[in-house]
């Protein structure tokens, strides 16, 4: 990022947050000059306009580990964009989605067909992931071989994850909602397309950033895939009302039947009361798991102050919006339970004026538990 874009960015936050002083204007504008390295050979456009939220946390990740990352967010969002391309009959979309994830584990390479899932794209960020998907494959078969084992592990299970949700929920209508059956089920959905990113996220850093470093692997791993599982469950959580309308119910189909609640009841705002004990005690679950993504995050080496924030930014914002979900009714689809751009600002600028004092960094997650194994 170049001095100019720097400061229109300064500009902005003054603008949008009054809250923050003028040294925390000065360490978040300290932080983006920080991130001035480039992407290497990444589609940095590509990545800005698929999603802007991870491609803040991508630009602030060290260079030995920001292009593998970055590949396989690109992919894994390039099959999800297969899978949820609803207006291509479901068969054809499994098709699609076998091809490419033979192509990406296999040994050789097969060229993929994408045309017809790039015309039933509305959004130009999705059809610029399809049609951008060779290049991607091209980056995929550049990367050292033990990173492209990485890459191609993590995106084995997410896909496995997707086309899981594809047949689960192959015939849900808006009229026919279809629910998952147990909180085994939810547990196994958010580990293959989230949980199993912590790890991967893990494995990648130990190698390439503290290899040296004594760390408690298996504690440090269970708390990788907490992490990746709590913010799925925030954004399950948050999307409750659109996926109904979709057909489909990630809440169990057995804990709305212990309350005399049937999938279809829930597109109506007015049973939310009905819904709230249960709604509750699964946002108590993520929050648990965002609890033990904050005492990953504080194992990593301190000197790993990049791979810290990079943690620390979704952590927070999905702390608040657990937090916005307790207050706001998640049943009605007009509103929209979205931390606001201000706070995210304040948040990322906070943290990174927090980090040098550990007492002001941990402040930062008061409700989170300190165990013996966390650095501070």
């Known amino acids: 990022m170049e001095e100019a874009s720097a400061k229109e960015y300064l500009k902005s936050l003054r603008n949008d947050s009054d809250e923050l002083d003028a040294f925390v204007h000065f360490s978040a504008y300290s932080l983006v000059r920080m991130m001035s390295n480039t992407c290497g050979q990444m589609p940095t456009s590509l990545l800005r306009e698929v999603s802007r939220s991870f491609y803040l946390t991508l630009r602030v990740l060290p260079q030995k580990i920001r292009p593998q990352i970055g590949l396989a967010y690109l992919l894994a969002r390039t099959t999800d964009t297969i899978a949820d391309t609803e207006l291509v009959p479901l068969e054809q979309r499994l098709d699609a989605l076998e091809s490419l994830r033979r192509t990406i584990l296999g040994p050789a390479y ?75 089920e939810l547990d196994d959905y958010t580990y293959r397309v989230a949980g199993c990113v912590g790890e991967f996220w893990t494995r ?44 489909r119910c990630y809440l169990p189909e057995s804990e709305l039947a ?9 597109l109506s705002p007015a049973n939310l009361d009905r ?46 919006t657990l937090t916005l ?16 751009r201000r706070r995210v600002k304040s948040i990322i600028a906070r943290s990174v004026i927090s980090y040098p004092w550990k007492r002001a960094w941990q402040s930062l997650y008061p409700e989170s538990a300190r165990p013996q194994a966390q650095q501070a």
């Not at 808006?174 to 909180?183: D, F, M, T, W």
């Not at 130990?206 to 692997?217: D, G, I, S, Y």
């Open 110 to 184: 097969a060229r993929i067909d994408l045309g017809e899932l790039q015309r039933h794209q509305g959004s130009s960020s999705e059809r610029a992931l399809l049609e951008n998907c060779e290049a991607s494959l091209s980056l995929l078969r550049n990367l050292a071989p033990d990173d492209r084992r990485l890459v191609c592990c993590v995106l084995e299970t997410i896909t496995s994850g997707q086309e899981l949700d594809l047949r689960r929920f192959a015939a849900a209508t808006p009229n026919h909602i279809i629910a998952l059956k147990s909180e085994q």
């Open 258 to 266: 212990a309350c005399s609640l049937k999938p279809e009841e829930l």
């Open 325 to 340: 979900l307790r207050r706001g009714n998640v049943l009605d689809p007009e509103r929209h339970l979205k931390v606001s």
């Open 204 to 247: 990648l850093c130990r190698v390439h950033l503290f290899p040296k470093a004594t760390l408690q692997e298996t504690a440090l791993l269970d708390k990788a895939v907490r992490f990746g599982k709590g913010l799925q469950l925030v954004n399950i959580l948050r999307d409750l009302p659109v996926d109904l309308r979709h057909g």
């Open 275 to 320: 819904l709230r004990p249960i709604y509750d005690r699964w946002v108590t679950r993520a929050e648990a798991h965002l609890r033990e993504g904050w005492a990953y995050t504080n194992m990593l080496p301190r000197a790993c102050i990049r791979v810290r924030l990079a943690c620390a930014w979704p952590l927070l914002i999905g702390r608040d």
